[in-house]
């Protein structure tokens, strides 16, 4: 095999250099082994893409270039859909992470899989590919089908799914996260530049593959935001093990008193779903805590005894309220 430097590889091997050294953060991060494996996953697929995309670039032969295009869709199948996934186990909705979900979000990547390995019969997702000469190097010119748009249009809505997720997450929390949330938004409007400068024939940097150095970038870095956004996004580090087993009723509020959890016991005292009532405001369900709270100053006084009013009836129970803090600010 013969290999040519141009500028792409170059970019691209800075790429996957980036990629490598987020991909040992990523490894070092200490969240919980469901958490890391589809971190690791994500962060995978992408090396495995731009790794792909260099050697398509860098290989002078037709047919080797062919065999790293087509391992391309192999990495770009997994990430979107492992992104979605990492998303929402972030953002603790592990009622999304069903074995049914993963098979429905997957069918659509394992089309586009066999699509492209039994191309040659259907011309799907690329009608044509030939060697051409530019700036003094080989490059693939394809004549796409109608199934890239198909599939890229999927990957977009999959992560715009994501991002809205956890931006709304985030947006409950803290004035800490404000910078991860700026992030985000900048990693996920990153590839949708790309792509509606295409639609406009702009075409900056001809035979890169921008919309695979944009997805393959962003993903790992929206892994590593999460991975070192302060242990859970919102619930207390001791949430796992303490929170969900205590008997009493625990709901956990921000400062503006919309509601980021409570645990099992305060769902069933109540009736309420506890993943449902994530986000409310806590005057909307409860106007008479809404007002202890309010009047709460932080010295850790116990309100002994509270009378609820739900659905007509009136029901006493004992009041603990006590301020959650970090060493920078008042979390809720």
């Known amino acids: 095999m013969i ?34 494996i589809i971190g690791l996953v994500v ?45 929402a186990k972030c953002a603790k909705l592990e009622k999304w992470i069903k074995v049914r979900n993963i098979i429905l979000l997957s069918i659509l990547p394992a089309v586009t899989l066999i ?44 992560i715009l799914i994501g991002a809205i997720v956890i931006v709304r997450v985030l947006f409950r929390s803290p004035a800490y996260y404000r910078m991860q949330i700026i992030l985000l938004i900048v990693y996920i409007s990153l590839p949708l530049l790309i792509n509606i400068i295409k639609i406009f024939d702009i075409d900056l940097f001809p035979y890169l593959n921008l919309s695979a150095v944009s997805f393959a970038g962003i993903s790992p870095g929206i892994v590593a935001i999460l991975a070192n956004t302060k242990k859970e996004l919102v619930m207390p580090v001791a949430y796992n093990h303490i929170f969900d087993s205590m008997d009493d009723g625990i709901m956990v509020l921000d400062q503006k008193n919309h509601i980021l959890g409570v645990n099992q016991a305060f769902s069933k005292i109540f009736g ?35 009378v609820i009013n739900s659905n007509g009836d009136s029901y006493p129970y ?3 309220l006590s301020y959650i803090k970090n060493k920078e600010s008042t979390l809720g």
């Open 3 to 36: 290999w040519q430097n141009n500028p792409y590889t170059y970019f691209l091997t800075a790429v996957l250099a980036y990629l490598l050294i987020n991909l040992f953060f990523i490894y070092r991060t200490k969240r919980d082994k469901k958490t890391n």
């Open 43 to 87: 962060s995978i697929s992408s090396i495995i893409w731009i790794l792909s995309c260099l050697f398509e670039l860098g290989l002078v032969g037709l047919q080797a270039k062919l065999f790293f295009t087509k391992l391309q869709y192999v990495s770009s199948s997994a990430l979107p859909v492992g992104l979605f996934f990492y998303i």
């Open 115 to 158: 699509l492209v390995y039994t191309n040659g019969f259907h011309n799907l997702v690329w009608k044509s590919v030939k060697l051409i000469e530019y700036r003094s190097s080989l490059v693939l010119l394809k004549d796409f089908g109608i199934w890239p748009p198909i599939y890229i249009s999927y990957s977009y809505i999959l």
């Open 272 to 306: 309420i779903d506890r993943y449902n009532v994530v986000g409310d405001n806590l005057k909307d369900l409860f106007p008479d805590l809404d007002k202890k709270i309010v009047r709460y100053n932080g010295s850790g006084k116990k309100f002994s005894e509270i």
């Open 318 to 320: 004992d009041l603990h």
